[in-house]
């Protein structure tokens, strides 16, 4: 710690703490809001945090991220974020897919966990600006999705690059439809393990 009296504690809490601190830095380096507590080194660091013109971020595979942090890191670098790849990450929700929804409008690459996510969450994603502008777009852990997700991705129309990997819930009918309904020229599609898969539905892809 720095000596200011925000660090300590036992270690419990993990994210939680982080996040508490994070936001308190960040109230401390805003010109609004001055506090006596920042101290000029953790001031700086988050300006330089905050200021970071990311364009590309993974945390792929790293399953201790909560989904508060990544909402919270999200509305901060967000706007300017390209290709991020959060597969692997299976604590994030839906909060944090409609964070990512309101503050990732740039993106173009898209990569997510889809074991706490619902079938709505992603179609609302897949339904707004981003129908428009995501060119690949990868859910692993799909069992919870279904008819709403393969009827909004259907209707992408800058898809390329589709990875739908475990949906064990997609029916083959909203599959065919799905194969019928496509508006997008997708070179890449992987929908592996796809428990509704059949014949028809793969002759009309």
């Known amino acids: 710690g ?8 036992d270690g419990n809490g993990g994210g939680d703490d982080a996040l ?17 507590a920042a101290t ?7 300006r330089r945090y905050l200021m970071l013109p990311l364009e590309v971020l993974s945390t792929n595979h790293v399953p201790g991220l909560s989904s508060n942090a990544m909402s919270f890191l999200l509305g901060a670098v967000g706007p300017t ?11 994030l929700d839906d909060p944090c897919l409609d964070s990512l929804r309101t503050h990732c409008s740039a993106l173009r690459s ?21 129908a428009r502008t995501l060119v690949s777009f990868s859910v692993s852990f799909c069992e919870g999705l279904g008819t709403a997700t393969l009827a909004a991705v259907a209707g992408m129309t800058a898809l390329r690059r589709l990875r739908l990997r475990k949906g064990v819930e997609f029916a083959a009918e909203d599959l065919e439809r799905f194969a019928e ?6 070179t890449h599609l992987d929908l592996s393990e796809a428990g509704g898969l059949n014949d028809t539905a793969l002759l009309r892809l």
């Open 2 to 9: 720095d000596g200011d009296g925000d660090g300590g504690g």
């Open 20 to 36: 508490a601190a994070f936001s308190k830095v960040r109230r401390a380096s805003s010109p609004m809001e001055p506090t006596a």
């Open 40 to 46: 000029p080194a953790r001031a700086a660091a988050a």
């Open 81 to 91: 974020l390209v290709d991020l790849d959060l597969d692997g990450c299976w604590k």
């Open 110 to 130: 898209l990569a997510v966990d889809g074991a706490s996510l619902t079938d709505g969450a992603v179609a609302r994603l897949c339904l707004g600006p981003h």
């Open 181 to 186: 309904r496509l508006r997008c020229p997708i």
